[in-house]
């Protein structure tokens, strides 16, 4: 365990896999009421939705129940525009902010207005799939990052050998995530991190995690605009 992790009180009780433990669900507890969604059902929250629901400068304007539409500042709008390049979660968002506002007849940022008549000219394409599936990536990229949260914040190692004592963030994340009603195994989660079939998993989780910490900086102040 490494000695300077941040979280860990070495004068409580409580070892640090119970620490972690108490950290993880309270904050799983806490998305679930800033998503509005229960975490039970967190397997129907795709990318796109979760990045459109917490980035920076869009908002979500519903008048009635039949019309839904985004409010999208300039720099926002680049941003997505932008990691719609690479993303293919990214370009998804983009496009369904771009059908919904010239659906309903609402405006758009120029960037975005761009992207929507690329879309039509299809002059502009989806990046390239390339494996790590779409299937509860929005669940399973919560665990992947918890993991790396884990080590970073309390010095759990992240997987362990199999003759260890279960007290990774893998085996962290696997006993909480089957709490919360989401059964995902040790071995699985340590797939992630290791086996070469969830190279483009990693990536798009790496992406992911660069767009939450980038707002988070924003919401500090720390920096005015996207990098």
């Avoid at 290791?194 to 790496?206: A, Q």
């Avoid at 660069?210 to 990098?227: H, N, T």
Wanted: aromatic letters at 14%; charged letters at 25%; proline letters at 5%.
């Amino acid at each position: 365990m490494d000695d300077f992790a941040p979280l860990f009180d070495r004068s409580s009780k409580q070892t640090v896999f119970d620490q972690a433990w108490v950290y993880f669900a309270e904050a799983a507890i806490e998305l679930e009421q800033t998503l509005g969604v229960p975490i039970e059902r967190w397997t129907e929250m795709t990318m796109p939705q979760f990045g459109i629901h917490m980035a920076y400068g869009i908002e979500s304007v519903m008048p009635n129940p039949n019309k839904l539409y985004y409010r999208v500042t300039d720099e926002a709008a680049l941003l997505l525009v932008r990691q719609a390049t690479e993303s293919p979660d990214a370009f998804d968002a983009a496009q369904m902010i771009a059908f919904a506002n010239v659906w309903n007849g609402e405006p758009l940022p120029a960037c975005l207005r761009a992207f929507a008549a690329n879309l039509i000219n299809r002059t502009t394409q989806r990046p390239k799939q390339q494996g790590g599936g779409v299937k509860n990536l929005f669940l399973r990229w919560q665990i992947y990052s918890a993991c790396q949260t884990a080590h970073d914040l309390f010095g759990l190692q992240i997987t362990r050998q199999d003759y260890e004592e279960p007290t990774s963030a893998a085996d962290l994340m696997s006993q909480l995530a089957e709490e919360f009603g989401h059964p995902y195994s040790y071995n699985t989660i340590r797939d992630w991190f290791k086996h070469k079939s969830y190279v483009e998993f990693r990536r798009r989780c790496k992406l992911a995690t660069y767009f939450m910490d980038e707002k988070y900086l924003i919401d500090l102040g720390v920096i005015r605009r996207p990098r």
